[in-house]
């Protein structure tokens, strides 16, 4: 009997052993942003990446409840952060977003930003951007905003950069012809980016910013993001995204890889700075 | 096979989150999203379309028997509503709201199919200048026609603007009263703001100045809509208001159909104390009439921008275009307007079917009949506590939402007597006039 129940015992406790590994062996994917959105696309290229290593995907309300997640998480578990979450406030207080370096694994992606205009607005010319009292639609973020500020004044100290919550305002006030020009990274249908931020053309880029002026500050300007996570020490995280069919496969190819072959010092200095 | 089930189940889809206060359209989206991924593209857009249109009608009575409004849009069939249930006059309320609601689904459909040669000269003239001139007199018309002493509504009305601009702001890169904690980080959560500031003291209110201490809902019958249909010729001039609003403000970008419905309501209630049939406390047919039918006007034509334009103008959308998009499904504007004639097809037999289901479904609440009102009061706010939770717990919130909720709960019960619209504007009308107001200065300065 004593055997019996000695077996009945281990093997209950091999098998919930067993079950507990298995558990942990698994990476949640943590989502942040709100879906459908870019953010959500780049977490969802990490769970499909993982395959049978992915958890589950736990959905936060936004990125300072992520970090605290991140704080309490015992179980393996990853995310995508963009570039601006690591931005100190205005009265230079820490960003609630802001990961400390252990969470921080490697970049991710970035995508240029480009200058865009409505393909039929035939007075969007580069003369006009460059010499002309244009209106430029730019998505008015903490972060970028004053960059597309700076950038905008070194070009053309005749333009107005009109700032704009979300991006489908900006595409509307480009249909609208309240603006001349945007700055995005990703062109829609009727749209064209003649002017891409960036060291070398890409997509229907006609000329790279420095182009148009080569001492205009940030004419390298990209939105990126970068990987965070906990107890995922000797999975290689970015490899794996990388190597996999839905980073491959992806949509958004101007979203490519970044700083990769870089250190993770050296890009930990470049986020947090 | 798959658009008739994608059907069946978008109307079991908008249904539940009609009924369900907190529980939006975009809340379905997400919890379908699984399932959305793998539908073929056109059933991706008719889930949606009927699921919203099929919404609208729940959310309505939701509102009208329990004065518990399922989303911002929906906080004026609440007042009106409502008060028109204490007055004895639920029935005509749900049957005129119901059936003023497929009118201008139908109105909706109409002025968009005749001004598709307009659509581009429309979005032309939907600049900063004219939005901020909307947003400020709407905003201006809810404080002068609220029922609270006007120095008290604009109280209150500022009050709701600092309540909605809690959080970090990614805009100017400064965070609010958000006492670094992350609770507080992405802004107060409508549920509670609404529960706590609107519902709460609504009834409250209610409790405290009718003399009726049982639930009564007569209920509806298939001979009382076919006689409200026939009556409601006598709103003709409210139906044209509300279906214009409600129409062209669903399809311009930063208004959307809850603000329509909200713009619609403030104009009707404006009309009618000019008419001087507007009786304050009573509740207001053409009000009711006007906020539920640009409403449902609205629902059909947000889909104008995705379809013509390429441009999602709502998360849900945001969310389709992406599924689609990622998927490798045309994304085009081509695309788009082929399945136009379809989607409007789905969507005016989902507003027919949602006219007679919410007729049906209405009077599964006759079982609350003769209980003391104020247990049936009880149970709402339970009910909405619970939602909440609910709602929030999704995001692994529902601990902190609740939290919010307590926090809240002291300030609304001061707000009993008042009439606590202004507040909820102002809290939801503070970015849009912040920003508005931000870029205009910018453009001629």
Request: hydrophobic share 50%.
């Amino acid at each position: 009997m004593k055997k019996i129940l000695l077996t009945i015992l281990t093997t209950l406790f091999l098998v919930m052993s067993a079950s507990v590994s298995f558990a942990a062996d698994k990476i949640d994917v943590l989502q942040h942003s709100r879906a459908g959105g870019l953010g959500d696309r780049m977490v969802t290229y990490i769970a499909d990446a993982l395959g049978d290593k992915f958890g589950e995907k736990i959905v936060v309300d936004n990125c300072a409840a992520a970090i605290a997640y991140l704080k309490k998480a015992k179980n393996p578990v990853v995310t995508a952060l963009p570039f601006e979450s690591m931005a100190k406030q205005n009265d230079g207080s820490k960003n609630a977003c802001a990961i400390p370096k252990k969470y921080f694994i490697n970049m991710y992606a970035a995508s240029p930003w480009s200058v865009c205009h409505r393909t039929d607005n035939a007075s969007a010319t580069i003369d006009a951007l460059r010499n002309g009292e244009v209106r430029v639609g730019v998505w008015q973020n903490g972060f970028y905003g004053p960059r597309f500020i700076a950038f905008m004044k070194a070009i053309n100290p005749n333009a107005k950069v009109i700032p704009y919550k979300k991006a489908k305002m900006y595409r509307a006030a480009l249909v609208a012809g309240e603006i001349d020009f945007s700055i995005s990274t990703v062109a829609k249908d009727g749209e064209s980016c003649p002017v891409v931020l960036n060291d070398k053309i890409v997509g229907d880029a006609e000329m790279i910013a420095q182009d148009l002026e080569p001492k205009a500050p940030h004419s390298v300007l990209g939105y990126s993001y970068f990987f965070a996570g906990k107890n995922v020490k000797g999975i290689d995280i970015p490899a794996i995204v990388f190597a996999s069919e839905s980073w491959k496969n992806r949509r958004d190819h101007r979203y490519g890889q970044f700083m990769i072959d870089e250190s993770r010092n050296k890009q930990w200095k470049v986020i947090s700075k | 096979m798959e658009t008739a089930i994608v059907f069946i189940v978008a109307i079991i889809c908008g249904t539940f989150s009609g009924i369900m206060p907190g529980v939006g359209g975009m809340a379905v989206m997400l919890m379908a999203y699984p399932f959305l991924v793998e539908m073929q593209p056109q059933n991706i857009l008719i889930f949606y379309v009927v699921m919203v249109s099929i919404d609208q009608f729940f959310g309505g009575i939701t509102a009208i028997v329990f004065g518990v409004p399922g989303s911002s849009s929906a906080v004026p069939s609440a007042m009106e509503g409502h008060a028109l249930f204490k007055s004895g006059k639920s029935s005509e309320a749900i049957m005129f709201s119901a059936i003023g609601s497929w009118v201008t689904s139908v109105f909706g459909v109409i002025l968009i199919v005749a001004m598709i040669p307009l659509l581009f000269m429309i979005y032309q003239i939907w600049n900063s200048t004219v939005q901020m001139a909307i947003f400020s007199l709407t905003s201006i018309a809810i404080i002068w026609i609220s029922r609270n002493k006007l120095i008290v509504s604009i109280g209150l009305f500022i009050f709701g603007n600092m309540l909605g601009k809690v959080g970090y702001d990614t805009y100017t890169n400064d965070s609010f009263m958000t006492f670094d904690t992350p609770l507080l980080y992405p802004g107060l959560p409508i549920m509670p703001v609404v529960t706590t500031m609107f519902v709460i003291p609504l009834l409250i209110g209610s409790l405290r100045s009718s003399g009726a201490k049982v639930f009564e809902f007569p209920g509806v019958t298939l001979e009382g809509y076919i006689e409200s249909f026939k009556k409601i010729k006598k709103y003709f001039a409210t139906l044209v208001r509300a279906g214009l609003l409600g129409s062209v403000g669903g399809f311009v970008p930063g208004m959307s159909y809850g603000m329509s419905s909200i713009l619609a309501y403030t104009v009707e209630k404006w009309v009618q104390i000019r008419k001087g049939s507007y009786r304050k406390g009573k509740g207001d047919m053409p009000s009711l009439i006007a906020s539920e039918g640009a409403n449902n006007a609205g629902t059909f034509t947000q889909l104008v921008p995705l379809l013509f334009l390429g441009i999602p103008i709502t998360v849900s959308e945001a969310l389709i275009y992406n599924i689609l998009d990622t998927r490798g499904y045309p994304v085009t504007i081509e695309w788009f307007q082929s399945t136009f004639t379809m989607i409007i097809i789905f969507f005016l037999v989902s507003a027919t079917i949602g006219l007679f289901l919410a007729g049906r479904y209405v009077n599964f609440m006759k079982y609350l009949n003769n209980l003391p009102i104020k247990w049936v009061y009880l149970g709402v706010v339970l009910f909405l506590f619970g939602a909440i939770g609910y709602v929030g717990h999704q995001t692994l919130a529902g601990g902190e939402h609740l939290l919010i909720t307590a926090m809240l709960l002291p300030i609304g019960l001061l707000f009993y007597k008042l009439d606590t619209m202004p507040l909820i504007y102002g809290f939801i009308l503070h970015d849009k006039l912040f920003e508005i107001a931000i870029r205009i200065w910018i453009m001629y300065t």
